[in-house]
């Protein structure tokens, strides 16, 4: 059976790929396939965050009682990425490539250290605490990705 793990971990590999796609662009010159591929990429984001703050943050925290811990980080967290999502978005809207790559920069290093966390602490403290419950809250998160056109392997 499939892990909280394995499968939210595949989804910030997406994520990654779909950060790459912008980057190639940019390193093309190709502005608009640019900003095309980071809206997807700003879309699985956003969709991704929304999928652990109103699934599997909750229950974790019912199953656990721990509201003010790794949860708690993972929403600021995500709350400070969203602002470099737009920041960055907004500098591809005006083709400014060194204010678009000082935020993306600051954000890659951000998504990395936030997905060491999850990937090694987080999630899998999910999976102990939320055994009983992956077989229908794996299926609960994949339709919230799905609906959002992001869908983790």
Same mark, same amino acid.
């Given at each position: ?7 939210? @971990?595949?989804?910030?590999? @997406?994520?990654? %790929?779909?950060?790459?796609?912008? %980057?190639?662009?940019?390193? !093309?010159?190709?502005? $608009? ?9 700003? !879309?699985?984001?956003?969709?991704h965050f929304s999928a652990e703050e109103s699934l599997l943050f909750p229950l974790f925290e019912q199953s656990t009682g721990i509201y003010r811990g790794p949860t708690q980080v993972m929403r600021a967290e995500h709350a400070q990425m969203r602002q470099l999502l737009d ?10 490539? !060194? ?5 993306? $920069? ?5 998504? +990395?250290?936030?997905?060491?966390? %999850? %990937? ?12 009983? +419950?992956?077989?229908?809250?794996? *299926? $609960?998160? +994949? ?9 983790? *392997?």
């Open positions: 059976m499939q892990t909280i793990t394995d499968f939210l @971990s595949a989804d910030h590999r @997406s994520c990654d %790929e779909l950060l790459v796609a912008v %980057e190639h662009a940019l390193a !093309d010159g190709k502005w $608009e396939f640019a900003q095309a591929a980071f809206a997807r990429f700003h !879309d699985g984001m956003l969709h920041a960055a978005a907004a500098a591809l809207a005006a083709r400014d490539a !060194d204010d678009y790559a000082g935020n993306a $920069e600051t954000l890659l290093i951000m998504m +990395q250290q936030h997905n060491v966390k %999850e %990937e090694n602490v987080l999630y899998p403290m999910c999976d102990q605490h939320l055994a009983a +419950q992956t077989p229908t809250l794996l *299926p $609960e998160l +994949q339709q919230v990705l799905a609906a959002h056109g992001e869908v983790a *392997p």
